[in-house]
């Protein structure tokens, strides 16, 4: 090659890299210019993409400019690789495709050609970005000056593709950083959790250059993943993902695959972002910030609107004084008063409690109060044996004591009233039968369900009564337990052996215990009515609970 042409199509090269930030366009001018500067019938440039594991077609001199980003060649495919690899440039002077370093590509009509030059193209940072490769259809010597120019103009193409690409990365930027503002925009205007849901996969799918962007969120009851919105459609996607499937960031290789990111709030699991066949993990992990900030605060808002939806409710239904359109409000709320439920009452509130009977009876409402559990717990069948079997199970597993009442079965408006009423009195009842936190169903009081109405509604006026509450505020006093022993010399039948026994006390100590029962009381147990008494002492014990309750 002559040095003064060599000259001119350099100077028209660095022309060419200064006049654009233009890639495509850079590469399609300076393989022109090479390939009439250099003598030869073709020249290619290649670019590395896909995290080094590949080389992509970016420019190519006429005919073969359609088959631009449609040929790859793959790490260790063709002289191309052999060059890139060694940093250094590659020579086959005749019969190319003979050579094992080579690469038969149909669409470049490799055949015609007999040698092959490949160039690398090294960035400033020593870096091989991409390969430059000039064929001709005769073989051919290249010369030193022919080889210099073509090096030459590589290192050109090199600060072009450099520049290029740190122009095309500012744009992407800014365009995401717009598109990123925009959603965040799109999140805080939406009002219901479905609306922004929708909202999230339309905005995200585009910013993340995914072919279909779901949302997935975690369902309180259980470890299930629920998808929840799809853009374009749900397609092949699973309805339903399971925390132990959650699947890697990227597929090996880092190819664009399908990212999956969690989307956590206050250090919270909520939900999952996926996005099939994107690869931008760390923009992926700012719109899921924001999208689990805008998911967390739509379900505080839904939460707190049910929650006071279902604390009238319950009030209403507690009260036998609904208000308007209950059936209506109650299949907002997904309850049907119809079907067979039992009401419970658990005190303090156990969140594991009720998070197991989420699980379990699917369909039950439940309102949490600071001291407080109340349920309206579906039935699966009409009998209420297998929830208070599961709730036995739960309880044993607690983590702190609850007391748990649990109403007979409701069916049917008017009957949650008695229901709501019978929790609380076998709630009440777990501290006089058991005197511990247990779990109790209101048909298991026996004879304190009417004892227990009494007493709350006031109690009655009794000197038996009477007796028994002096015995009560003296043992209050001073420590004792005469109430319990004249309870247990009751339930004994007057038994003095049986009855020391079940103390663990000598008998002479009972026969003491008892005269001072009688000196305080006035109550004769020679002479009285041992059901009177018995019947005293459980009112008592009972006004006692529900003194300590209020």
Same mark, same amino acid.
């Given at each position: 090659?002559?040095?003064?042409?060599?000259?001119?199509?350099?100077?028209?090269?660095?022309?060419?890299?200064?006049?654009?930030?233009?890639?495509?366009?850079?590469?399609?001018?300076?393989?022109?210019?090479?390939?009439?500067?250099? =003598?030869?019938?073709?020249?290619?440039?290649?670019?590395?993409?896909?995290?080094?594991?590949?080389?992509?077609?970016?420019?190519?001199?006429?005919?073969?400019?359609?088959?631009?980003?449609?040929?790859?060649?793959?790490?260790?495919?063709?002289?191309?690789?052999?060059?890139?690899?060694?940093?250094?440039?590659?020579?086959?002077?005749?019969?190319?495709?003979?050579?094992?370093?080579?690469?038969?590509?149909?669409?470049?009509?490799?055949?015609?050609?007999?040698?092959?030059?490949?160039?690398?193209?090294?960035?400033?940072?020593?870096?091989?970005?991409?390969?430059?490769?000039?064929?001709?259809?005769?073989?051919?010597?290249?010369?030193?000056?022919?080889?210099?120019?073509?090096?030459?103009?590589?290192?050109?193409?090199?600060?072009?593709?450099?520049?290029?690409?740190?122009?095309?990365?500012?744009?992407?930027?800014?365009?995401?950083?717009?598109?990123?503002?925009?959603?965040?925009?799109?999140?805080?205007?939406?009002?219901?959790?479905?609306?922004?849901?929708?909202?999230?996969?339309?905005?995200?799918?585009?910013?993340?250059? !995914?072919?279909?962007?779901?949302?997935?969120?975690?369902?309180?009851?259980?470890?299930?993943?629920?998808?929840?919105?799809?853009?374009?459609?749900?397609?092949?996607?699973?309805?339903?993902?399971?925390?132990?499937?959650?699947?890697?960031?990227?597929?090996?290789?880092?190819?664009?695959?399908?990212?999956?990111?969690?989307?956590?709030?206050?250090?919270?699991?909520?939900?999952?972002?996926? !996005?099939?066949?994107?690869?931008?993990?760390?923009?992926?992990?700012?719109?899921?910030?924001?999208?689990?900030?805008?998911?967390?605060?739509?379900?505080?808002?839904?939460?707190?609107?049910?929650?006071?939806?279902?604390?009238?409710?319950?009030?209403?239904?507690?009260?036998?004084?609904?208000?308007?359109?209950?059936?209506?409000?109650?299949?907002?709320? /997904?309850?049907?008063?119809?079907?067979?439920?039992?009401?419970?009452?658990?005190?303090?509130?156990?969140? @594991?409690?009720?998070?197991?009977?989420?699980?379990? !009876?699917?369909?039950?409402?439940?309102?949490?109060?600071?001291?407080?559990?109340?349920?309206?717990?579906?039935?699966?069948?009409?009998?209420?044996? /297998?929830?208070?079997?599961?709730?036995?199970?739960?309880?044993?597993?607690?983590?702190?004591?609850?007391?748990?009442?649990?109403?007979?079965?409701?069916?049917? @408006?008017?009957?949650?009233?008695?229901?709501?009423?019978?929790?609380?009195?076998?709630?009440?009842?777990?501290?006089?039968?058991?005197?511990?936190?247990?779990?109790?169903?209101?048909?298991?009081?026996?004879?304190?369900?009417?004892?227990?109405?009494?007493?709350?509604?006031?109690?009655?006026?009794?000197?038996?009564?009477?007796?028994?509450?002096?015995?009560?505020?003296?043992?209050?006093?001073?420590?004792? @337990?005469?109430?319990?022993?004249?309870?247990?010399?009751?339930?004994?039948? /007057?038994?003095?052996?049986?009855?020391?026994?079940?103390?663990?006390?000598?008998?002479?100590?009972?026969?003491?215990?008892?005269?001072?029962?009688?000196?305080?009381?006035?109550?004769?147990?020679?002479?009285?009515?041992?059901?009177?008494?018995?019947?005293?002492?459980?009112?008592?014990?009972?006004?006692?609970?529900? =003194?300590?309750?209020?």
């Amino acid at each position: 090659m002559a040095l003064q042409t060599a000259e001119k199509v350099l100077h028209e090269i660095v022309s060419t890299v200064a006049s654009s930030l233009e890639l495509g366009e850079v590469l399609k001018s300076v393989v022109r210019l090479m390939s009439e500067g250099g =003598g030869v019938h073709a020249c290619f440039a290649y670019l590395v993409e896909d995290d080094g594991e590949r080389l992509v077609l970016r420019a190519a001199s006429p005919p073969y400019g359609k088959h631009v980003g449609k040929v790859t060649l793959e790490r260790g495919e063709s002289l191309a690789w052999w060059a890139a690899e060694r940093g250094e440039p590659a020579f086959i002077r005749d019969n190319a495709l003979a050579d094992a370093r080579t690469k038969y590509v149909p669409e470049l009509e490799e055949e015609r050609f007999q040698s092959l030059l490949a160039v690398p193209v090294t960035a400033r940072s020593g870096e091989v970005i991409g390969v430059i490769t000039a064929h001709t259809e005769a073989p051919r010597e290249f010369s030193d000056d022919e080889v210099d120019f073509l090096v030459t103009s590589a290192a050109l193409v090199a600060s072009a593709i450099e520049n290029a690409r740190l122009y095309e990365d500012s744009r992407l930027r800014v365009g995401e950083l717009e598109q990123l503002t925009e959603l965040a925009e799109a999140i805080a205007r939406a009002e219901a959790l479905d609306e922004l849901l929708e909202t999230v996969v339309a905005g995200a799918r585009p910013l993340l250059a !995914a072919r279909a962007c779901h949302v997935y969120l975690l369902d309180p009851g259980s470890e299930d993943l629920e998808r929840r919105a799809s853009d374009p459609d749900p397609g092949a996607s699973r309805a339903t993902l399971g925390l132990a499937e959650l699947g890697p960031e990227l597929a090996r290789g880092g190819r664009a695959s399908r990212l999956s990111v969690p989307l956590v709030a206050n250090g919270e699991l909520i939900g999952l972002l996926v !996005a099939e066949g994107s690869a931008r993990v760390e923009l992926a992990r700012a719109v899921a910030s924001q999208v689990a900030v805008g998911i967390k605060k739509a379900q505080v808002i839904e939460q707190l609107t049910e929650k006071n939806l279902i604390k009238d409710f319950f009030e209403e239904l507690a009260g036998g004084r609904p208000r308007g359109d209950l059936e209506g409000r109650a299949a907002r709320l /997904g309850c049907d008063l119809d079907l067979p439920h039992v009401v419970l009452v658990a005190e303090p509130p156990s969140e @594991q409690l009720e998070r197991a009977l989420r699980s379990s !009876a699917p369909g039950s409402l439940f309102d949490r109060r600071e001291d407080s559990l109340r349920a309206l717990v579906r039935l699966p069948g009409a009998t209420p044996e /297998g929830v208070l079997e599961r709730v036995r199970k739960v309880h044993e597993g607690l983590d702190r004591p609850v007391s748990v009442g649990v109403s007979s079965v409701c069916r049917g @408006q008017g009957s949650f009233a008695d229901g709501f009423a019978e929790a609380q009195q076998a709630l009440l009842g777990t501290v006089v039968l058991y005197g511990e936190p247990t779990v109790l169903w209101y048909e298991e009081l026996g004879a304190y369900k009417y004892l227990l109405r009494v007493a709350i509604d006031g109690g009655i006026r009794d000197a038996t009564v009477d007796a028994v509450g002096k015995l009560a505020e003296y043992d209050a006093q001073r420590g004792s @337990q005469l109430v319990a022993t004249l309870e247990e010399f009751l339930r004994r039948h /007057g038994n003095i052996s049986a009855t020391s026994e079940a103390l663990f006390v000598h008998p002479n100590t009972l026969r003491q215990r008892l005269r001072r029962v009688a000196e305080l009381s006035g109550l004769d147990l020679r002479k009285d009515d041992w059901l009177m008494i018995e019947i005293a002492v459980k009112m008592v014990k009972l006004q006692q609970a529900l =003194g300590a309750r209020s």
